[in-house]
């Protein structure tokens, strides 16, 4: 059995959550409303304050959704609740963010500056050279911050560019003089 599928899921207080058919789920919580159509071979039960999902049989597939679908949920619970936040930081010489309403504007040594939109239910703040990210859906802030990072990846020689602030970038050794 799914370790992760079969952990029933905690609806906090002020937290609701209802299950529409074909396993509409929708959360509603302090932060906003989350809504997010899940397997239908899933079966999505709610018992008091507790959320619980089971599989209809042991096929492969099955198992595999039975951990996303709880998962999924979960992060849902999460986002209303508490929200989620990416920070990314900025490293190199001359790499600057400017924050001006919702548009993001990054000079990344390009002979011009890439200028981004907040997505809808996301917002981002900058700090110095951290940008922070911060939303009620898990996958969308995900997304975001990656799509910024893309704008210019770490190198491994100097460590310049957009990197995630828990990430480690691998260095190497440059080149070295003939003697």
Known sequence: ????????????????????ENNKVTVKGPKGTLERV???????????????????NDLKKMKSLHGLTRTLINNMVIGVTDGYQKTL???????????????????LGYSHPV????????????????????????????QYAAEIRDKRR???????????ADEVIRRKVGKTGKK
């Open 115 to 142: 200028e981004m939109t907040d997505p809808e239910g996301l917002e981002s703040k900058v700090d110095g050279n951290k940008i922070i990210i911060s939303g009620i859906d898990k996958e969308k802030v995900g």
């Open 89 to 107: 930081e900025v490293n190199g010489v001359g790499y600057r963010v400017a924050k001006s309403g919702n548009k993001l504007t990054l000079n």
């Open 154 to 164: 770490p190198e491994p020689y100097k460590g310049k560019g957009i990197k995630y």
């Open 38 to 56: 899940l397997p239908a071979e899933m079966e999505i039960k709610k018992e008091g304050e507790e959320i619980t999902v089971s599989r209809p």
């Open 1 to 20: 059995m799914s370790r992760i599928g079969r952990m029933p899921i905690a609806v906090p207080a002020g937290v609701t959550v209802e299950i529409a």
